[in-house]
């Protein structure tokens, strides 16, 4: 079973940078694709953005592109989120995800969520 961990969030101000991170347990993190949701109150969870198990395939929504960067380090079991530039529109819990198959298969059928990291972008 796979485990997924979520840390990095914060309050900032508009403009401002941010890290999220993702740690992998109870299986190897090269064998599973992962992925970004968020969650904006009120609002259905999101698609942000996707990474293949060796990290050479990268899906983004169009609102993200250009200022998030997805990646992931297999050595350390872990997936990031860069995300820059942030806007109040950027606000919501993000939940980091993954699946066995291949990444373009997240956005539609996720098969592990982390409990989500909230994130909070003051204008």
């Known amino acids: 079973q796979v485990q997924l961990e979520e840390s990095g969030g914060g309050l900032v101000q508009a403009g401002d940078s941010l890290r999220l991170s993702c740690a992998v347990s109870?299986?190897?993190?090269?064998?599973?694709?992962m992925g970004w949701f968020r969650q904006a109150p009120g609002k259905e969870r999101e698609f942000v953005a996707t990474i293949s198990r060796q990290g050479n395939v990268r899906n983004y929504a169009d609102s993200v592109k250009g200022r998030f960067t997805i990646s992931r380090d297999n050595a350390k079991n872990t997936m990031y989120l860069e995300m820059t530039t942030l806007k109040p529109e950027d606000t919501a819990v993000y939940y980091c995800v993954a699946g066995d198959r291949n990444s373009g298969a997240l956005i539609s059928d996720v098969g592990y969520w982390g409990q989500g990291t909230q994130v909070t972008v003051s204008s």
């Open positions: 109870g299986r190897t993190s090269s064998s599973i694709s």
